[in-house]
């Protein structure tokens, strides 16, 4: 589908046919791209990169001399999967080519953006804006759900109630995170080659609309590494709050070993069945044993009391 920005209208048209006087928009799969790339001056380098999915968020942006192309990898709301479009620009065209936009979204996004200015004022870098501006909208509330995750579990942490899952969630959280943060970079590469506008294809004027997505991004990664600091926080504390619990049981055993280790040298003592001690043929031996058992035992407690053991 294409646009048309003429006047005081924006007209959907059924085929793209540039001149001077209009700015255009388009939202197409790779296959129409195939029919149309090279009438609009496109490398067919470029077309190749729109058949495959983009493996990574750092894809990089190529600079032409009649236009910019770069694709991006987008991740979904749900965070089930990830979409990806191509992305052209030249003097009064944006392009959104269809790579894998599973669920339709990026569509919806790009009609959004297409409706966000008047006809009279649009230009090819308010519909940039506007077409990033609703990719990233949704990232605050995901980052504000990011933060409520990470405070029940250090409120979960302080009240001693970490379980087996605490770590798995935390790594859950930190890759989630990992991923947000490559994403915001390779937005931020995007914005970073349209700002400096090698090829002279946007209106410096309007290049500001450019830096305010570079600097809405910006904040989003800074929220997102302070989430990351605050994982890592969290990991922190929680194997020092392991670390004391091993120690507390340690500390345990230790005493209860110095408490009873006298009474091991006495079973010790008495086990080894000489004919000549007199214990054996005593008849208070046994009571006197048990005795002194209780009385060292007793002893070994008040001492370790003593010493605040």
């Known amino acids: 589908m294409f646009f048309e920005f003429n006047g005081n209208s924006v007209n959907e048209i059924g085929s793209l046919s540039l001149n001077e006087d209009s700015l255009f928009c388009g939202y197409v799969s790779v296959d129409e791209l195939e029919k149309i790339y090279?009438?609009?001056?496109?490398?067919?380098?470029?077309?190749e990169c729109c058949r495959v999915a983009a493996g990574g968020f750092r894809s990089g942006v190529e600079i032409h001399d009649a236009y910019t192309f770069t694709e991006l990898r987008i991740i979904s709301p749900d965070r089930k999967h990830d979409d990806c479009v191509a992305l052209y620009a030249k003097k009064n065209l944006f392009l959104v080519v269809d790579v894998a936009d599973n669920d339709g979204s990026i569509k919806q996004r790009f009609l959004s953006a297409v409706k966000r200015y008047p006809a009279a004022s649009a230009t090819l870098e308010k519909i940039i804006f506007a077409f990033f501006d609703k990719i990233i909208s949704g990232d605050v509330k995901t980052l504000e759900d990011t933060v409520t995750k990470l405070t029940d579990l250090e409120e979960l942490l302080f009240d001693n109630k970490a379980d087996d899952s605490f770590t798995a969630d935390l790594l859950a959280i930190k890759k989630d995170l990992l991923r947000q943060h490559n994403y915001y970079e390779q937005i931020l590469d995007i914005t970073e080659a349209i700002e400096e506008n090698e090829n002279g294809i946007f209106t410096d004027d309007n290049l500001i609309y450019?830096?305010?997505?570079?600097?809405?991004?910006?904040?989003l990664r800074e929220d997102n590494d302070s989430c990351k600091n605050t994982v890592e926080h969290l990991q922190s504390a929680y194997t020092s709050q392991l670390d004391a619990r091993l120690n507390s049981t340690m500390k345990t055993l230790t005493v209860l070993t110095s408490i009873f280790f006298p009474l091991t040298i006495i079973v010790g003592w008495y086990g080894m069945n000489f004919e000549s001690m007199p214990e054996f043929k005593w008849r208070f031996g046994y009571l006197f044993v048990i005795l002194l058992s209780v009385f060292i035992s007793l002893v070994m407690i008040f001492i370790g009391k003593k010493k605040k053991w």
């Open 210 to 219: 450019i830096s305010n997505i570079s600097k809405k991004v910006e904040r």
């Open 38 to 47: 090279a009438e609009l001056g496109f490398s067919e380098t470029t077309v």
